[in-house]
């Protein structure tokens, strides 16, 4: 009888604790969540509407932490997710003007879905019709937006644009077909693909992979011939040890006060191996199991994060902006890993 309590009480430390031998949702999840209790409280970040739904802190949070929450049972959204989405809702569809403005329809496109699958959600919608409105028509940016341009790598640069590009089509893949299938929207999807698909100057392997976790819900953008050829380019860059070097997904701008970045990196590894599952390539992959046996033994115990640091200019590392990458690297990370279990 005690032998047989003894294996149900092991059994259930077993099932309870899956992820302990690999990584620890719930550290990631308390990292990700101090983050945005500091941001909450970061008077550059603040606006009157709430937050700045940030590249690297906000937007990545709202991915990562309903897929960690799913993990760790919890019930309901945080606060910070909360939060963030009130930020977004306001004035939703017609975000004044201004660098910003749409990063922010887009990233409220992307999140605003309400819970109705086959309908767009009244706040979606306004999102989806400023976007239109503010979608190019002539010259390079023909088919896409404006995107913010702070010369800072790897989300705020010139270049950015098609990252940002294909974030609106990945929030266009995943709303309701009755929409996408409207015909004033096709003439609009058929413009921003065809920039996607040929930009007017070569993308960069960082946006590229955002284009491959966008045709996970648009399809279209990628021929399965195009799609083989991504996906072996980003499997050629791939080091030894099964990461990822920054270096391999650029190239990037030019910072004179940047630190040395060497090896693999937490960032550059999270995010592709993010976007190749999203692409649809199977973690049955031999490449992949490495990359993700890389993440597995990445995280810090002690903070929960994968660490990372800035690509642009060197910074104390526990100060705000000196985490701004692990906290993505920590979102795409945590993702990748409860995704993959």
């Known amino acids: 009888m005690r032998r ?6 092991a059994a259930v430390l077993t099932t309870t604790s899956a992820f302990a031998a690999d990584w620890s949702p719930e550290a990631a999840a308390r990292y ?6 500091e941001w909450f409280e970061w008077k550059p970040a603040l606006s009157a509407d709430g937050p700045c739904v940030s590249c690297h802190t906000g937007m990545t949070y709202l991915l990562a932490r309903p897929a960690l929450r799913k993990a760790l049972k919890e019930k309901e959204p945080t606060i ?16 004044p003007a201004g660098p910003l403005q749409s990063v922010e329809a887009i990233f409220a496109a992307m999140f605003l879905t309400g819970e109705a699958s086959k309908t767009m959600s009244a706040h979606r919608q306004k999102a989806f019709d400023q976007l239109w409105t503010l979608q190019g028509t002539e010259g390079t940016n023909q088919g896409v937006w404006r995107w913010y341009a702070a010369n800072l790598d790897p989300w705020e640069n010139p270049e950015s644009v098609y990252y940002g590009a294909s974030l609106g089509a990945l929030a266009l893949g995943s709303t309701p077909a009755s929409y996408r299938n409207d ?3 096709r003439d609009r999807a058929a413009a921003l693909a065809k920039y996607l698909a040929s930009p007017p100057t070569p993308a960069r392997l960082h946006d590229r992979l955002t284009m491959l976790w966008a045709s996970s819900s648009l399809p279209p953008l990628l021929s399965d011939e195009a799609r083989r050829s991504l996906v072996a380019e980003v499997f050629q860059k ?14 990037w701008m030019t910072h004179e006060n940047a630190p040395v970045h060497q090896g693999s990196d937490a960032y550059a590894t999270a995010y592709a191996v993010f976007a190749l599952h999203k692409g649809g390539v ?16 990445k995280q810090d115990p002690t903070t929960g994060a994968w660490p990372a640091v800035s690509m642009n200019k060197q910074r104390p590392p526990d100060s705000m902006e000196g985490r701004f990458m692990q906290d993505a690297a920590t979102s795409f990370a945590s993702i990748v890993l409860v995704e993959t279990r």
């Open 4 to 9: 047989h309590l003894l294996l149900a009480v």
């Open 32 to 37: 990700l969540d101090g983050r945005q209790k």
């Open 80 to 95: 910070y997710e909360k939060g963030l989405l009130d930020r977004l809702r306001a004035n939703v569809g017609a975000k």
């Open 183 to 185: 015909a004033a929207t």
């Open 238 to 251: 791939q080091s030894a040890d099964g990461g990822w070097t920054l270096e391999s997904l650029g190239p």
């Open 282 to 297: 199977s973690v049955s992959d031999a490449r992949m199991k490495k990359a993700i046996a890389w993440l597995k033994s």
